[in-house]
């Protein structure tokens, strides 16, 4: 079922990105919200980012493909581990077991933003677009489901803390 994913690559910019720009004040409390509440994948809206980065428009399809390539590992793999590792906050003393989960998930998260790199490198050339993340990240927010005047609001002080 999750063919392409299993594998790390040793150089993925977009992993680089993605653990960069998650250290920026204000940046993990915000995608953990558009996680939390609206079901945003961080891994996709990291790499909307990236792509905009880039200077490159993200396309509909484009990331349909790339949605089609991890949905499963995201569902089979990715949210279990979360929901885990969440389920044992709530353990007294737990620290130790809870870390190694911890460290599962970012390493099943790693997996899946190298896929979506592979995915990137193999794919046709997205447009060239002048400061796209605004562009990119809506049409993530949009891409997951309906229209939520909170989650655009989310997105758009997303964008904010991108910014250079």
Same mark, same amino acid.
Request: hydrophobic residues 45%; contains cysteine.
């Given at each position: 079922?999750?063919?392409?994913?299993?594998?790390?690559? !040793?150089?993925?910019?977009?992993?680089?990105? !993605?653990?960069?720009?998650?250290?920026?004040?204000?940046?993990?409390?915000?995608?953990?919200?558009?996680?939390?509440?609206?079901?945003?994948?961080?891994?996709?809206?990291?790499?909307?980012?990236?792509?905009?980065?880039? #200077?490159?428009?993200?396309?509909?399809?484009?990331?349909?493909?790339?949605?089609? *390539?991890? %949905?499963?590992?995201?569902?089979?793999?990715?949210?279990?581990?979360?929901?885990?590792?969440?389920?044992?906050?709530?353990?007294?003393?737990?620290?130790?077991?809870?870390? #190694?989960?911890?460290?599962?998930?970012?390493?099943? @998260?790693?997996?899946?933003?190298?896929?979506?790199?592979?995915?990137?490198?193999? !794919?046709?050339?997205?447009?060239?677009?002048?400061?796209?993340?605004?562009?990119? *990240?809506?049409?993530?927010? !949009?891409?997951?489901?309906? @229209?939520?005047?909170?989650?655009?609001? %989310?997105? #758009?002080?997303?964008?904010?803390?991108?910014?250079?």
């Amino acid at each position: 079922m999750h063919k392409r994913i299993g594998y790390m690559m !040793s150089n993925n910019p977009l992993w680089d990105y !993605s653990i960069a720009t998650y250290s920026l004040e204000g940046v993990a409390p915000a995608c953990l919200a558009l996680q939390d509440m609206f079901g945003l994948d961080v891994n996709v809206l990291f790499y909307a980012a990236w792509l905009a980065q880039r #200077e490159q428009r993200l396309s509909h399809d484009h990331l349909a493909g790339v949605e089609a *390539l991890i %949905a499963d590992w995201r569902h089979d793999m990715v949210k279990p581990l979360r929901a885990l590792r969440q389920r044992w906050r709530q353990v007294p003393d737990a620290v130790g077991v809870r870390d #190694e989960i911890k460290s599962l998930e970012l390493r099943a @998260e790693r997996q899946q933003q190298d896929t979506m790199y592979a995915y990137y490198q193999g !794919s046709a050339g997205l447009p060239w677009a002048a400061r796209p993340l605004r562009e990119n *990240l809506a049409l993530v927010a !949009s891409f997951s489901g309906q @229209e939520d005047e909170g989650r655009f609001a %989310a997105i #758009e002080r997303l964008t904010l803390l991108f910014r250079p």
